[in-house]
């Protein structure tokens, strides 16, 4: 019947969203495990966010942290090498090979940001580059410039009972 196959689309689609979720998890707890490693690591400099630093391994299995990549090494390092990664500024790894993506997506949040897409609601009809509107306590009242008329009449419409734009009722 119809409702079954709208019920079976809906559960197919929260199946997926459990699946990415579950993906998702796997992933924070491989990046947890790794910045544990690389904290854990030994380290012989003060470590600085935006900094590249590689990961070493030496012969008894000790993890370290080098501030010498292996092409700085010419190729051959004194030790096995784990991983570079850039220590970001929420002290967490990136792996090197990430980084890039990892910028490119700060850079799309903080394109959000700046394009205003995100916006705080303001009441219809009301410039407000022009004018703020001030709330306080159970009182709303415009500071800067006064309400032109218009904007009088439409804050007396939204707050009964005054027409200089102070209301107790928002």
Known sequence: ???????????????QQIRFLQEQARQVLLDAST???????????I???????????????TPYLGMISPEEWGGDPPHEFIGSYKLEFDMTFTPLEMVEQRDQAIARVEDLFN??????????????????????????TWINRPPSIEQSRHNSANCPGTSEGTSNGI
């Open 47 to 61: 470590k600085k966010p935006g900094k590249t630093y590689h990961l070493y391994k030496r012969d008894d299995g």
């Open 115 to 140: 394009e205003r897409h995100i916006v705080p609601h303001h009441p219809p009809n009301i410039d407000i580059s022009r004018h703020t509107l001030r709330r306080g306590g159970d009182r709303c």
């Open 1 to 15: 019947t119809t409702i079954k196959a709208g019920a079976c689309g809906k559960l197919e689609i929260i199946a």
């Open 35 to 45: 910045d544990e490693l690389i904290t854990q690591a030994s380290c012989n400099f």
